[in-house]
């Protein structure tokens, strides 16, 4: 028995976010954001299995908007299950405030 997969849309406000933290990565930090990448990529494949994996955001907005957090060393990934697609919506900083970029 197969399980059903879910596709998995990046959002280009996410897009934006991860070229942001690349940048920040060589830029300031000197180094490279590959491992951190690398993680981000394993999680995508999770979430075609089972997005539902990753627990609902704690803050009462975001989880009225069905946002789910995936936690990455201190990123954030926020998404939305819509029928059969996960959208990425953030890739985000998690000590940056991002309460205010939704």
């Known amino acids: 028995m197969s399980q059903s997969k879910y596709s ?3 959002f280009q406000n996410a897009e934006n976010d991860i070229q942001e933290m690349k940048t920040d ?4 930090l000197k180094t490279s954001a590959k491992p951190l990448l690398e993680k981000f990529l394993v999680q995508l494949d999770l979430l075609e299995q089972n997005p539902f994996i990753f ?15 995936i936690p990455i060393d201190n990123y954030l990934i ?4 819509k ?7 953030r890739f985000l900083y998690g000590r940056r405030n991002y309460q205010l970029l939704f």
Do not use: A, N, W
């Open 25 to 28: 990565f060589q830029e300031v």
């Open 83 to 89: 029928e059969k697609e996960v959208q990425i919506h």
């Open 78 to 81: 926020f998404y939305i299950i």
């Open 55 to 69: 627990p609902v955001s704690k803050d009462p907005y975001l989880q009225q908007l069905g946002y789910r957090v």
């Open 8 to 10: 998995v849309l990046i």
